[in-house]
């Protein structure tokens, strides 16, 4: 996915635009001064220019979290969030604002991402008004422009969310994520709450805007087809770790960690007989507490191949193969 823009010419399109480097969040958790929930572990991993990168796991795993910490909804626990070279992971909210131009976010919900005081066209013209630099006349102008080009019209502009189809919502979503011309947009499962004609339809807006402005996507789903049609490279996070990352081809194709395939193989297959000869494949078991997690590796309490070591030795994320990096002892 990409893009031939001007944004993303030969010079920038290998260059690193986010790096995520030992990203951890701890939130308090109730019952006590000391108990924490371990969100997101220590977690890294870069994106260059036009390009996509997927996160997948289980609900509860931290991938939103991570997007949250990354343009700072969250201030991260520790570790640090790098955005075209420049540390941003403690600069003060106020100082934020230049920022804000380069990376968007679209959330999951797009009723509740919504203001639902405030009309479509003010929705999607908080973002230039907040960088103060264009005019009321520029504004006007590039709301239109941007609605026309999400699939919208003028007579959008003074609805108010409840009066949009959850389709509609998140095309203001986007629209509202794209006004300033991001270079990053975290798509945070941007199609879950739609239906499944409607998912296509925002799939190649994103897709579209991409190959036109040379956006960088990091794709939040738990739709593992949707996300290897969608991306470049797919992370797998379990229990806030990052577990396995790699090209999106050769993890479908070739996955290593125990969790990644028990994922894959958890996918619904459409013909039953084939369905009803895998039903003991998947991932059995309850994920362990985020307040207590287990020593060792994290997914050694469900794991089939689980090894002495795995019960006391956090794995370290290794390249296993040219480009594919796994958190696993055993390979």
């Given at each position: 996915?990409?893009?031939?823009?001007?944004?993303?010419?030969?010079?920038?399109?290998?260059?690193?635009?986010?790096?995520?480097?030992?990203?951890?969040?701890?939130?308090?958790?109730r019952g006590g001064r000391?108990?924490?929930?371990?969100?997101?572990?220590?977690?890294?991993?870069?994106?260059?220019?036009?390009?996509?990168?997927?996160?997948?796991?289980?609900?509860?795993?931290?991938?939103?979290?991570?997007?949250?910490?990354?343009?700072?909804?969250?201030?991260?626990?520790?570790?640090?969030?790098?955005?075209?070279?420049?540390?941003?992971t403690h600069i003060p909210?106020?100082?934020?604002?230049?920022?804000?131009?380069?990376?968007?976010?679209v959330f999951q919900d797009?009723?509740?991402?919504?203001?639902?005081?405030?009309?479509?066209?003010?929705?999607?013209?908080?973002?230039?008004?907040?960088?103060?630099?264009?005019?009321?006349?520029?504004?006007?102008?590039?709301?239109?422009?941007?609605?026309?080009?999400?699939?919208?019209?003028?007579?959008?502009?003074?609805?108010?969310?409840?009066?949009?189809?959850?389709?509609?919502?998140?095309?203001?979503?986007?629209?509202?994520?794209?006004?300033?011309?991001?270079?990053?947009?975290?798509?945070?499962?941007?199609?879950?709450?739609?239906?499944?004609?409607?998912?296509?339809?925002?799939?190649?807006?994103?897709?579209?805007?991409?190959?036109?402005?040379?956006?960088?996507?990091?794709?939040?789903?738990?739709?593992?087809?949707?996300?290897?049609?969608?991306?470049?490279?797919?992370?797998?996070?379990?229990?806030?770790?990052?577990?396995?990352?790699?090209?999106?081809?050769?993890?479908?194709?070739?996955?290593?960690?125990?969790?990644?395939?028990?994922?894959?193989?958890?996918?619904?297959?459409?013909?039953?007989?084939?369905?009803?000869?895998?039903?003991?494949?998947?991932?059995?078991?309850?994920?362990?507490?985020?307040?207590?997690?287990?020593?060792?590796?994290?997914?050694?309490?469900?794991?089939?191949?689980?090894?002495?070591?795995?019960?006391?030795?956090?794995?370290?994320?290794?390249?296993?193969?040219?480009?594919?990096?796994?958190?696993?002892?055993?390979?």
């Open positions: 996915m990409r893009s031939e823009s001007t944004r993303a010419n030969a010079k920038e399109s290998d260059a690193p635009l986010l790096q995520v480097r030992g990203l951890t969040h701890h939130f308090p958790a000391h108990r924490i929930v371990h969100a997101l572990e220590n977690v890294s991993f870069t994106l260059t220019h036009g390009r996509t990168l997927g996160l997948v796991g289980e609900s509860g795993c931290g991938k939103s979290t991570c997007a949250r910490c990354i343009v700072r909804i969250l201030n991260p626990s520790a570790g640090q969030v790098l955005l075209d070279g420049q540390d941003i909210q106020k100082r934020l604002l230049p920022v804000r131009r380069k990376m968007q976010m797009p009723y509740t991402a919504l203001n639902a005081r405030m009309t479509v066209r003010d929705i999607v013209a908080e973002p230039l008004r907040a960088q103060r630099s264009y005019s009321s006349g520029e504004t006007r102008e590039m709301v239109g422009e941007m609605l026309s080009r999400v699939g919208l019209t003028r007579e959008h502009e003074n609805r108010y969310a409840h009066e949009l189809s959850g389709g509609q919502r998140q095309r203001v979503g986007i629209a509202r994520a794209l006004i300033l011309k991001p270079a990053l947009v975290l798509c945070d499962e941007p199609i879950s709450a739609l239906d499944v004609s409607i998912q296509a339809q925002v799939i190649n807006l994103l897709r579209d805007f991409q190959q036109e402005l040379g956006l960088a996507y990091l794709f939040i789903a738990h739709d593992l087809s949707m996300v290897r049609y969608v991306s470049d490279s797919v992370g797998v996070m379990y229990m806030g770790e990052l577990v396995e990352l790699s090209d999106g081809g050769d993890l479908y194709t070739r996955p290593l960690h125990p969790y990644t395939q028990g994922l894959l193989e958890s996918i619904p297959i459409p013909n039953p007989r084939v369905a009803r000869e895998n039903t003991a494949r998947g991932l059995t078991g309850d994920i362990a507490s985020p307040i207590d997690p287990p020593p060792g590796c994290r997914f050694h309490t469900r794991c089939p191949r689980a090894a002495a070591r795995c019960k006391s030795e956090p794995p370290l994320l290794k390249e296993a193969a040219p480009g594919h990096w796994t958190a696993c002892h055993l390979v």
